[in-house]
């Protein structure tokens, strides 16, 4: 039997970004972990999408994936299995419920082949939403804590008040933090989970926006003020500007989480066209039309 296309089972293109990949996967694995979901598809599920992220969240195998496809990770083809241990490494194998794994480890440091989405080990996942156990019990683990924060606080850091094991604690969230980032503490790491904000989009460091302008704004420019993470601002938008046309906003995007500086702000321009006009409208629209007969073209 053919394969599914990794791609396909997570939901995503060939040029969806690694933030992309690793929230498709969490979403699915959430969705389809047989201690959540007890249908009989979810087993089978669980594991395509467990080795289809094993895949795409690897760069060096995600590039033989997209030259060779799956025959990439057949024997005899130069590569391994995406659940084959890395070579010099030392694996373990096992199985957690009914899902049959093998994780490795190289050069010492444990999981250095492997990125799972923003956990220390494929199980932490499980112990973080699901209560349960890492299979690895021998080896000394810590204590992680989801915390949700706003899109703005993630961007401009914020303080956060917590109870652990009847405690109260305050933490510090440094400005820069994105979905998925992992923040260690004394004895016990938060794994942030960063809350959409309708008016934004986060790529990197950089944000992204849209604004509507009317046609005749964009035909004849003019001065407009964009919402930023930051304030208000405003910029001149030039005399034919077209749709879909971009603006960069320097120095407003996300502060670095390390070193300094800021990303981007890009401002996305749609130009917004009327659905109903008046009768003198529509005649000023025909005169503009006749008098671009006379020319090349309309701009």
């Known amino acids: 039997m053919a394969q ?58 995600k590039q033989s994936y997209d030259q060779f496809g799956h025959q990439a ?63 690895f019990g021998s080896r000394q683990r810590r204590s992680a804590y989801s915390l949700s924060v706003d899109f703005i606080e993630a961007v401009k850091g914020t303080t956060k008040k917590i109870s652990i094991g009847g405690k109260d604690q305050t933490i510090k969230i440094p400005a820069g933090v994105d979905d998925g980032s992992r923040i260690r503490f ?17 790529e990197g460091y950089d944000i992204i926006s849209e604004i509507e302008i009317p046609f005749f704004k964009a035909a004849l420019g003019d001065t407009v003020s964009v919402i930023t993470v930051d304030d208000q601002v405003k910029f001149n938008v030039p005399a034919g500007t077209q749709p879909d ?39 000023l629209l025909k005169e503009f039309g006749e008098e671009s007969k006379n020319k090349k073209g309309w701009f």
């Open 4 to 61: 599914k296309d990794y791609y396909q089972v997570l939901g995503v293109t060939k040029n969806s970004s690694a933030d992309e990949i690793k929230k498709a996967y969490r979403k699915l694995a959430l969705q389809y972990h047989p201690d959540r979901n007890k249908t009989k598809e979810a087993d089978k599920k669980f594991k395509e999408v467990t080795q289809a992220y094993e895949v795409l969240s690897d760069s060096q195998k």
């Open 73 to 135: 990770f057949t024997q005899g083809a130069g590569g391994q299995g995406p659940f084959g241990g890395a070579q010099g490494g030392q694996g373990n194998a096992g199985r957690y419920g009914p899902f049959t794994y093998t994780y490795s480890t190289s050069g010492g440091r444990e999981g250095a082949d492997f990125d799972f989405g923003g956990f220390s080990d494929p199980f932490e996942i499980f112990e973080q939403f699901f209560g349960g156990g890492s299979p």
């Open 186 to 202: 004394a004895d016990y790491d938060v794994i942030v989970d960063v809350k959409k904000d309708p008016r934004f989009r986060r």
């Open 245 to 283: 046309t971009i603006v960069k906003l320097r120095q407003r995007g996300v502060t670095h989480l390390r070193g300094s500086g800021r990303g981007e702000h890009y401002v996305k321009i749609k130009v917004v066209i009327p659905k109903n006009l008046t009768g003198h409208q529509k005649n």
